[in-house]
């Protein structure tokens, strides 16, 4: 919770402003953040400030290890994210590579579980290194990417956190995840509880220790329209204690996720908040 707000903080007090294109609005903007999340001793990132709707952060990663591309399946299993990005950007709407109504294209998961290949046919990624590592292998080179710039014009919006790359010390496995752009009041909240759930995830499902997850932001921004709600409500708000994360043990497999767990199958113990601050949402 401290990285969370002494990053606001730092982009408080030395971000520069930027002209966004894409949404066409002001964004002041600090380059580079590292954060740390110590899943080993289950310091679950959860933002206290505000309430933070952790279940959709979760139902989303679920998504993107399914290689969903639509926002109705994203509903479906318990997240609305990508119903303005499908539905409501102009851009997409006039692509004509979209199929129609909550059509995502190739985004996120649908790119990693199926990453196309120069030769001919694709690549799923995730189960590559699934196996690599249910068998206690490295080779340095475990990374789940979505990011694929020549599939850019496909997709309704490109990867924000777009590279985990998976390593393994003996039988413990660590999480470097890499993100190039993020909205800090709204987007990193989420962004924190992905990187850590998915590498309690992948390391129970792979017979592995959990270890630390390291999570790079390169452009890290508050909107304009966002900046006083996070400069006189929550930054003057006091953190209270971390919660607790609880994985449901029966999650063994890939396959276990891909077809029978939902929500109920992951719990927040002790979770504090303060009451939820609307944030603007930038399409």
């Keep these: 919770m401290k990285q969370y707000l002494d990053l606001c903080q730092r982009i408080v007090d030395d971000g520069v402003w930027i002209d966004n294109k894409r949404t066409g609005k002001r964004c002041l903007t600090v380059i580079n953040a590292d954060l740390t999340y110590d899943v080993a001793e289950n310091e679950f990132p959860l933002v206290t400030t505000r309430?933070?709707?952790w279940k959709s952060a979760i139902a989303e990663i679920i998504a993107y290890i399914r290689g969903y591309d639509n926002a109705a399946d994203f509903r479906k299993i318990g997240t609305k994210t990508w119903d303005?990005?499908?539905?409501?950007?102009?851009d997409w709407l006039a692509n004509p590579y979209r199929k129609g109504t909550d059509d995502c294209g190739l985004i996120y998961g649908k790119i990693g579980r199926n990453?196309?290949?120069p030769d001919g046919g694709s690549i799923d990624l995730?189960?590559?290194?699934?196996?690599?590592?249910s068998k206690g292998i490295d080779n340095r080179g475990?990374?789940?990417?979505?990011?694929?710039?020549?599939?850019?014009h496909m997709g309704c919006l490109r990867p924000c956190m777009y590279s985990h790359h998976f390593s393994l010390l003996g039988d413990t496995l660590y999480l470097n995840s890499?993100?190039?752009s993020c909205d800090v009041p709204l987007g990193l909240n989420f962004n924190m509880v992905q990187v850590y759930v998915l590498l309690a995830l992948i390391a129970q499902i792979t017979g592995n220790k959990a270890g630390q997850a390291y999570h790079k932001i390169v452009n890290a921004h508050i909107y304009e329209d966002q900046l006083e709600l996070m400069r006189n409500i929550q930054l003057k708000r006091e953190p209270l204690p971390a919660s607790q994360f609880k994985i449901n043990p029966d999650?063994?497999?890939?396959?276990?996720?891909?077809?029978?767990?939902?929500?109920?199958?992951?719990?927040?113990e002790g979770y504090q908040h303060h009451d939820p601050i609307k944030y603007p949402f930038s399409v």
Excluded: M
């Excluded at 995730?126 to 590592?133: C, G, H, M, V």
């Excluded at 475990?142 to 850019?152: N, V």
């Excluded at 497999?253 to 719990?267: A, G, H, K, N, Y």
């Design 51 to 53: 309430k933070s709707f």
């Design 84 to 90: 303005a990005n499908a539905n409501e950007n102009k």
């Design 115 to 117: 990453f196309p290949r």
């Design 126 to 133: 995730l189960r590559q290194i699934i196996n690599n590592l």
């Design 142 to 152: 475990e990374i789940y990417t979505f990011y694929h710039p020549g599939a850019f």
């Design 178 to 180: 890499t993100q190039r």
């Design 251 to 268: 999650i063994k497999s890939l396959e276990d996720i891909e077809s029978w767990v939902t929500l109920d199958d992951f719990e927040v």
